[in-house]
């Protein structure tokens, strides 16, 4: 089906900030289609307008108007989290044809403000979304932030205080390309009161990034208690075998002072980790040494692992450092979830290495570390207790 229609992006005020291809298309256009703020910036067009944020329905309008040239506009630029793409695909499933004419996206016209290049960002949507903010800042030098919602940019600053990373620099850009623009600039910690307008963004700029991806973490680094830890050695393997991505929902069960959910939690910034702890005390002590490692992607579950489980959403890996007796019935759990959920175990004793049977195919690998300790003017090492790594196999 023939159908002259353009999708645009209106930069930041549908004015001055367009770029003339797409002013020409809305100029020239028989029907205008957006929401209504953006509608309000063409009223001079007197052009016939259609109001709507819901993408069917707006194909629907643009399919039932075949042959007429439409417009339909989306904020800022069409590339950056913008309807455009749903609009596209949808338009694409009715065999409608559409050419999209890009704008001025707010992160390029903030960064030009602050006279700081864009290619170097971390781009990040709070708008309508979720989002590990303090992860995505402890792992970029550059996040801009899009805003909506009841995401507003004093939240955000709390969060990152809350989390250690207080000290991140912040530029928030209020109805940029408006008369009444403004730019703010202070840190997260100054600016946790800030109050501004609905339709604003941010830059954070952290100069202390984490610059790599931290593996073993020394024990001595955590907040310990009386909670159990798994060893930097043992940790570094299990880790590693459970393959994390980036986006991976995973369970850490018997998560103890929560160092396997911190690295755990560093492999997947975009994903979120479940740290299970039966004992209130060890579940207190995790949750300080996440906020200590900035982990705003974990949460904390406290209760038996049999109890909250079918609660937890479904898992890509699991983790088990302690079942409580109540192995088998994790296993099942997490199987019944993902039947591909990639599991690694701990084990200290051969009673428990038996039980691992309930996960079928296995790898299992035995480590014995030793560590250099002072003994007058000799050094000397003393053993750690052997624990057996258990991989369940595909």
């Given at each position: ?96 044809n559409y050419e999209i004419v890009p704008g001025i ?131 570094c393997s299990a880790v590693s075998k459970l393959n ?17 959910s911190v690295e755990m939690a560093l492999r997947c ?126």
């Amino acid at each position: 089906m023939e159908s002259r229609v353009i999708i645009a992006g209106v930069g930041m005020d549908c004015s001055d900030s367009m770029t003339i291809r797409a002013k020409n298309a809305a100029e020239s256009a028989d029907i205008l289609i957006g929401a209504g703020r953006i509608l309000r910036g063409f009223e001079y067009l007197h052009k016939k307008c259609f109001c709507s944020y819901d993408t069917r329905e707006i194909a629907d309008h643009i399919f039932q108007n075949s042959g007429k040239k439409i417009v339909a506009l989306m904020s800022g630029d069409c590339g950056f989290f913008s309807g455009a793409r749903k609009l596209a695909e949808e338009l694409d499933s009715r065999g409608v044809n559409y050419e999209i004419v890009p704008g001025i996206a707010s992160p390029v016209y903030l960064c030009a403000k602050l006279g700081i290049g864009w290619d170097r960002l971390r781009f990040v949507s709070l708008h309508g979304a979720e989002a590990n903010i303090v992860r995505e800042v402890c792992s970029h030098e550059y996040v801009f932030v899009l805003l909506g919602g009841e995401k507003d940019c004093s939240k955000v600053c709390r969060k990152l205080t809350e989390y250690g990373r207080g000290k991140a620099a912040v530029f928030i850009g209020e109805n940029l390309g408006y008369p009444e623009e403004k730019i703010t600039k202070g840190s997260a910690e100054e600016l946790s009161g800030v109050v501004t307008s609905k339709l604003c963004s941010m830059l954070i700029v952290n100069r202390e990034y984490e610059k790599y991806l931290a593996s073993g973490i020394p024990d001595d680094e955590f907040i310990r208690g009386k909670a159990p830890m798994t060893k930097a050695e043992i940790r570094c393997s299990a880790v590693s075998k459970l393959n994390i991505c980036e986006n991976d929902i995973c369970w850490d069960i018997g998560s103890g002072t929560g160092s396997v959910s911190v690295e755990m939690a560093l492999r997947c910034p975009e994903g979120k980790v479940f740290a299970v702890e039966k004992d209130g005390e060890a579940a207190e002590l995790s949750e300080k040494n996440f906020r200590k490692f900035s982990c705003d992607n974990v949460i904390s579950v406290c209760g038996r692992a049999e109890n909250v489980m079918q609660e937890l959403p479904a898992p890509d890996c699991v983790f088990i450092g302690g079942s409580g007796g109540g192995l088998s019935e994790i296993v099942s759990a997490a199987l019944g979830k993902n039947p591909s959920v990639r599991i690694v175990m701990t084990a200290v004793s051969l009673e428990t290495l038996a039980e691992s049977e309930c996960l079928g195919e296995r790898e299992i690998t035995e480590i014995s570390a030793a560590r250099t300790v002072k003994a007058g003017k000799y050094t000397m090492l003393r053993g750690e207790n052997p624990v057996f790594v258990i991989r369940r196999l595909p």
